[in-house]
């Protein structure tokens, strides 16, 4: 499956050196760079390891409606390590980067296999020292669709003390017939979260959970941090300020929190956003990276060397820290057009990790936000703009649809069926909020910016045209 071989070769070190391998996109597994996975992205995958006679392949259970959760054991060694992905079924960052990691160690076991074919024992050192467990899509229905909760509409990471859902059932039975010493808890977070006040986005955010109200430090947790503090140098190299720490308010009902509290040492490992990467695929390196320096360090106990000071300067989450577009020193006019009554910056998100509708999210000063892109429109005033009526057919390409902008027409009217846009540029049909002198929060989309009465700008759904040149300033579906 995997022919890289000669780059495990080149390695060394506790996990024969994969823990420092450069380039990791040598490993990446195929088909899962996208927004949305599911069980039939990953049944391939499955059925070949279930061939593997390096690994144990099992059927933990089955979802509400009757889909498959398997369970991955490799090595044999005495530190137990359970990993688990996609709990929340819109979260697939990290089920990409299990079988990101499942490829490198497919590699690893030919390579022994080659080095050690005249000895019984194939074994790599650290499948010595550990058994690692793997469940890749815990939560199947809620991958099918695209959505945080089960078939049931349940929060399955709210259900470790209820255990009302299959899944929750399935990943607690795993813990107490496992009884890990280490657990991973492997989920994405919300892109507009902030490493700390950097003003740039958390592309990987890390926890170890608190394991009661006080948030007290007992040895299993103590242990997390220490796995935390480990690997910060190397994620600091790689994402520089772009690291956060989650919130680690004590949450009851949260299978992290819950393992902690049964003596697990449990790290939450959080996948976020980064510029111009719309699925995710530096945080899915990273999470590759994370989880080969974790079996390096636990196989070779090196992580109790470090303590709690790395853990500690991590800066918190700073929710909303990000916005998707930022458009700053807008000049408003005055009621009766006499001149500048303020000037405003207009920061705008887009849900769906920067693909759905396009909202106004704040009006004013938004110099403490980090946006994922930027606009400067300095001496550039706002208006509504004018709509073109389509009271008949109109075919619309780029050069006719740039002299209507810059007539001052920043949307249509009437029915929609009447136009085909050929532009390759976004157009916008009774759009809300376009009635008003001023900008309007949760509404106003599409407008006009301009100078000495020459439109410069087009806002048409939050999205910026550069009548110039007739391009693009941004793209949300590009975060």
Partial sequence: ????????????????????????????????????????????????????????VTELGRSVEQRPVYLFKIGQGERKVLAWSQMHGDEPTATAAIFDLLAVLDAQQQAQADKDKDQDNSLTDWQQQITLYLIPMLNPDGAARNSRYNALGIDVNRDA???????????????????????FNLHDQNRYHGAGDNKKPA??????????????????????????????????????????????????????DTFSKMGISTVLVEAGGNYNDPFRQQARQLNLKLYLNWLAL????????????GYQAIPMNNSGGMKDL??????????????????????FNAGGNGRGSVVLDEIGDASIYGAYHSVDASGLQYSAGKAYPLTKPLTLNTARYIQLLAEG???????????????????????????????QRR??????????????????????????DASLLDAFGGN
Avoid at 443 to 468: C, E, P, Y
């Fill in 161 to 183: 003390v209820a255990l009302q859902t299959p899944e929750g059932q399935m990943l607690m039975q795993a813990a107490k017939q496992i009884k890990p010493h280490y657990g």
């Fill in 203 to 256: 592309t990987i955010s890390l926890l170890a959970p608190a394991y009661n109200e006080a948030r007290e430090i007992n040895p299993s947790r103590h242990a997390a941090m220490q796995l935390i503090s480990a690997v910060k140098p190397m994620l600091d190299k790689a994402i520089p300020q772009q690291l956060g720490r989650y919130d680690d308010e004590y949450s009851v009902r949260s299978f992290g």
């Fill in 1 to 56: 499956m995997l022919k890289q071989i000669s780059l495990w070769l080149a390695l060394s070190a506790v996990l024969t050196g994969l823990a420092n391998a450069a380039d990791y996109a040598e490993f990446t597994t195929p088909g899962l760079a996208k927004g949305q996975i599911t069980h039939d992205d990953i049944a391939p995958l499955i059925r070949y390891y279930q061939q593997q006679d390096w690994l144990e």
């Fill in 298 to 309: 636990i196989s070779s106990g090196n992580y109790r060397d470090y303590d709690l000071s």
């Fill in 443 to 468: 509404s106003s989309t599409t407008f006009l910016l301009s100078n000495d009465n020459k439109v410069q700008l087009a806002v048409v759904h939050g999205r910026v045209i550069r009548l110039a």
């Fill in 409 to 439: 027409y920043s949307h249509f009217s009437g029915k929609p069926d009447l136009l085909t846009n050929n532009s390759g540029l976004p157009v916008a049909i009774n759009p809300p909020g376009v009635k008003s002198r001023w900008p």
């Fill in 326 to 347: 930022i458009i700053s020193n807008i000049s408003l006019p005055k009621a009766d057009s006499s001149g500048v009554l303020a000037k405003v910056d207009l920061a």
